[in-house]
């Protein structure tokens, strides 16, 4: 168990252990753009109810928006086609959606929420010069309109202006053309295709998981956190 990542996530009413994947799937779908009117409202959205700061990502009404935007069905439709290609069969189709909106993203990871979960992305915005960074795996993967992205949600990650060492939030400032929208889909993890491709191990450590009472990632035999700057695990609290 010593210098691995472990996550604890919960099985219906136990926590249940796991390893924490490497592996980061992207790619490039075509999709069209959405509505101009539609992205004003978004950003509207962003400046006037969600009050969003540099790093923050929050969600966006997705019901109001699918009545002004006729081509989500081909964002849908072509995010299938993608998880398809990985051998996933038809687990998007069952997962949870949701509209996305950030400006940046500090790095994080979100295993002690969705530690149950892999996250599946696809960015609808226009490349403003921004990458998704995995510090732990190396992968650094630039945003433009149809990048796709498969990962473990226990794996660090952020939203980094391209070039960048790391987040800062003066890249984000008031005025900057810099917001991110995205559609993201929760595909179980303990789904076979999921597991599979991620090449995720279960019940690697029962014996801790018994004895847990909330999600969480230990890294050494301990939890664990992440540096909001760097991406760097650390011990937490």
């Not at 509207?44 to 966006?60: N, S």
């Not at 699918?66 to 189709?93: F, I, N, Y």
Request: charged share 25%.
């Amino acid at each position: 168990m010593r210098h691995r990542l472990t996550s604890y996530f919960w099985n219906s009413t136990a926590l249940r252990s796991r390893s924490v994947s490497n592996v980061v799937l992207s790619g490039t779908v075509d999709v069209p753009q959405p509505p101009a009117r539609l992205v004003a409202d978004w950003e509207r959205d962003i400046a006037e109810t969600l009050f969003l700061e540099p790093g923050d990502v929050e969600p966006l009404p997705l019901a109001r928006a699918r009545m002004r935007w006729p081509d989500h069905k081909l964002c849908v439709q072509a995010m299938s086609e993608w998880t398809k290609s990985l051998g996933l069969s038809d687990v998007l189709a069952s997962s949870d959606i949701a509209l996305m909106a950030c400006r940046g993203a500090r790095y994080h990871h979100d295993g002690e929420q969705y530690g149950s979960a892999a996250f599946c992305n696809l960015f609808v915005s226009e490349d403003k010069g921004l990458d998704v960074h995995f510090p732990g795996t190396g992968h650094r993967i630039p945003l433009a309109r149809g990048t796709v992205l498969m990962f473990d949600t226990a794996q660090p990650h952020a939203v980094i202006r391209r070039g960048a060492s790391g987040f800062d939030a003066e890249d984000f400032a008031a005025g900057r053309d810099c917001s991110q929208f995205f559609l993201t889909w929760e595909l179980p993890i303990d789904n076979a295709d999921v597991a599979r491709a991620l090449r995720i191990e279960f019940d690697i450590d029962p014996s801790t998981a018994s004895r847990l009472n909330d999600e969480q990632v230990w890294l050494d035999g301990a939890r664990a956190s992440v540096c909001l700057e760097s991406g760097r695990w650390r011990a937490a609290g």
